[in-house]
């Protein structure tokens, strides 16, 4: 009955929105207005823009000018199309503007209404490229670099994209023959499903290829259950290449980074679109790591507590229990940043007291802390984080391995070489578990690979956070190369 009656009140309360009447903007005594400012309105449209696929591959440009109402509180409302500039991004713009959803309405007669807007959504050129009956196609010369003149190429790369850009079938290489292009080479779309822990268990799908050593290149898409994309990441032998992007379930971008001035800035924004925060970092004098710098930051009201570095802060966050692992919960952190760091005095607590701390900064320095978790004694500590690191440091364990490592005489015979990728944990006591071989060469050489690993166990010091030893998984590629 309780769950029927806030329905109820719920439904009435659309109502309550819809039968207001929708005023234009020389009608209100003060108009909506994006919170943030203008800026940050084209900013979020910009970097949430995906041009699709076949627009991209003609580099069209152009502007789409859109309508909605701004609803008393602040939701963007009865979006439509006011000017088109071809189906495809008519369609783009639309879906954009739809997920900015932190307006300031407009107020008449010192009450929220609600108002009808206009803005247009900008698509920026770009360098055409061939795209032929759902494969995206790339040329290389006899040197395998890049070109775009198809009459001198050596290789043809084609790749089969949905409308989005996103791969949905195996890339295939082609080699110029004196007549036609013959295969020569085939990758698997590989598609990989990754559960995410929390209260509510979900899972993503990776997208993506692998190279003949198991590691990911090029772009790896992360798509949600519902088919909404959540992540997009450039690789480089396994590796992230750039600053992988990352998009709330609802699509909306969550960080993305720019650079003006010289300098790169990185900007955040919260799930209803508001901007979030403005920050860069910058490198320590000593190399070692960098210090990050705030810019501005708002409140999830839209109110901005830090103003060109300067103001307090309450952060919050969702993070692991330190009860229960299982279970998500919130936790808060505030603290003042002067200058656009870190200063004095920070606490962060979580909603379950499974776990305090308290650190003093000086310029963005952490001098001290103090952490304490459920109901434990306190630790204390001079860095946030310490990574897991060999006796010896990256010297000693390639002198560890060049002593240890042996070759197994089967594969020497069978010219089996290449590099074995070994995952293993580092425990808290130094000790190795967990191991893992993520990619192989041959029974016998990933045998010896596992084997030198487990004779590291001990051999290690663990990963620090906050003071405390913690578990941190490692991955550790083993070459074994014939002379």
Request: charge should be positive.
């Amino acid at each position: 009955m309780k769950s029927v009656f806030l329905l109820s009140l719920l439904l009435l309360s659309i109502a309550g929105f819809s039968q207001q009447p929708v005023y234009k903007e020389f009608e209100v005594d003060s108009a909506a207005i994006p919170r943030g400012g203008v800026d940050y309105i084209t900013r979020f449209l910009a970097a949430n823009l995906r041009k699709p696929i076949k627009a991209a591959s003609e580099g069209v440009g152009g502007r789409v000018l859109v309508q909605g109402v701004v609803e008393p509180d602040g939701r963007i409302t009865d979006v439509t199309l006011l000017r088109s500039l071809r189906p495809d991004l008519d369609q783009e713009a639309l879906r954009v503007f739809r997920l900015f959803n932190a307006w300031k309405p407009a107020k008449k007669d010192g009450i929220a209404v609600r108002q009808q807007v206009m803005y247009p959504v900008v698509f920026t050129r770009n360098e055409p490229f061939p795209y032929v009956a759902g494969n995206r196609i790339t040329y290389y010369a006899a040197d395998q670099k890049l070109t775009t003149n198809s009459t001198v190429a050596k290789y043809r790369q084609l790749m089969p994209v949905d409308s989005t850009g996103i791969p949905n079938g195996d890339l295939v290489i082609y080699e110029r023959g004196r007549k036609n292009w013959q295969e020569m080479t085939r990758i698997p779309l590989v598609q990989r499903k990754i559960s995410q822990a929390g209260p509510d268990t979900q899972s993503v799908t990776w997208t993506g290829y692998k190279n003949a050593d198991g590691l990911w290149f090029d772009y790896v898409y992360s798509v949600n259950n519902n088919g909404i994309l959540v992540g997009k990441t450039a690789y480089l032998d396994g590796r992230p290449a750039s600053t992988p992007l990352h998009y709330y379930d609802n699509g909306v971008l969550i960080e993305t980074d720019y650079v003006a001035d010289g300098r790169t800035f990185l900007s955040s924004w919260y799930p209803n679109g508001q901007i979030r925060q403005v920050r860069f970092q910058e490198e320590n004098p000593s190399g070692k790591g960098h210090t990050e710098q705030l810019i501005n930051y708002w409140e999830p009201n839209g109110k901005q507590s830090v103003i060109d570095g300067n103001g307090k802060v309450i952060l919050t966050e969702i993070d692991r229990s330190r009860i229960d692992s299982t279970k998500q919960v919130r936790y808060i952190e505030q603290g003042e940043y002067v200058q656009g760091k870190r200063q004095g005095l920070w606490t962060g607590q979580y909603d379950d007291n499974s776990y305090t701390y308290e650190e003093i900064y000086d310029k963005g320095v952490l001098q001290s802390g103090k952490s304490q978790r459920d109901g434990k004694a306190p630790v204390t500590y001079t860095e946030r984080e310490q990574q897991p690191e060999f006796q010896g440091g990256m010297q000693g364990l390639g002198q560890f391995l060049a002593n240890n490592l042996r070759y197994p005489s089967d594969a020497q015979k069978k010219g089996q070489q290449g590099r074995v990728f070994v995952s293993f944990v580092v425990c808290t006591d130094g000790t190795l578990c967990d191991y893992e071989v993520t990619k192989g060469v041959s029974p016998s050489v990933d045998r010896e690979a596992l084997r030198v690993v487990k004779a590291m166990s001990g051999k290690w010091k663990p990963g620090v956070q906050r003071g405390e030893r913690v578990r941190v998984k490692y991955n550790l590629p083993i070459n074994f190369t014939l002379e």
